[in-house]
């Protein structure tokens, strides 16, 4: 029964927010709102899978409120990170039209019972496009910046990979499901999992890039 809960994205999860727990202290600032980002998402894991094991009911509007809180969080947290601090506007003003329109899906078009795919497909997109720009401007910079020590590349390097492997994982979605049902090999599972553990692990190292570089 527990073993549907602890798939490999939930443990990657909980890792995660034990990391943060003994990683970020009370000088990592605004990263230590990973801490209870982190927890809300355990807890929706945990809520969601509760309705629909034990409730047999439908769980996936807090999956959609799970997806706008921490796709904006991604965007404002980018909106702090020195290379994009000229960009800052731009940043608070895609956040406020993501949520706008997140809410509109979520009310009206998709809403609250289906998992708002068009959501999620639009904020990867939005988050890739961030990333990209993030890069482009760290290896602009003329002052000399160690990437490998720090907090914000390794974040935005987990949110590109994960970004761009959700995509092609909905444009393929169809192919994979009929896939699965011919030869019962979960490659959109595996593959899904990979992102998620690649995501994690990317926020772990921030989380100690961000230790060491607030000491």
């Given amino acids: 029964m527990l073993k549907s809960l602890f798939n490999t994205t939930v443990i990657a999860e909980y890792c995660t927010f034990i990391a943060s727990i003994f990683l970020l202290r009370r000088k990592a600032t605004i990263w230590r709102l990973f801490i209870p980002l982190l927890f809300i998402t ?19 509007w807090i999956f ?19 290379p994009l601090k000229n960009v800052k506007k731009v940043l608070n003003t895609a956040m406020a039209l993501f949520m706008g329109f997140g809410l509109c899906n979520l009310i009206f078009i998709q809403g609250f019972w289906k998992y708002n795919t068009i959501t999620d497909v639009l904020s990867s997109i939005i988050l890739a496009i961030i990333s990209c720009y993030f890069f482009i401007t760290v290896l602009k910079e003329e002052a000399f910046r160690n990437l490998f ?67």
Wanted: glycine residues 6%.
């Fill in 42 to 60: 355990i807890s929706t894991e945990t809520i969601g899978w509760s309705v629909a094991y034990f409730l047999k009911k439908n769980n996936q």
């Fill in 64 to 82: 959609n409120v799970n997806l706008l809180i921490n796709v904006c969080f991604s965007i404002w947290l980018f909106s702090k990170a020195e």
């Fill in 149 to 215: 020590t720090y907090e914000y590349f390794w974040f935005a390097n987990g949110i590109l990979f994960y970004s761009l492997g959700s995509v092609v994982l909905y444009i393929f979605l169809d192919y994979l499901g009929d896939f699965y049902k011919e030869t019962k090999i979960n490659v959109y599972g595996y593959i899904n999992y990979g992102l998620n553990v690649l995501f994690y692990g990317s926020l772990v190292i921030a989380f100690v890039c961000r230790q060491r570089n607030t000491k």
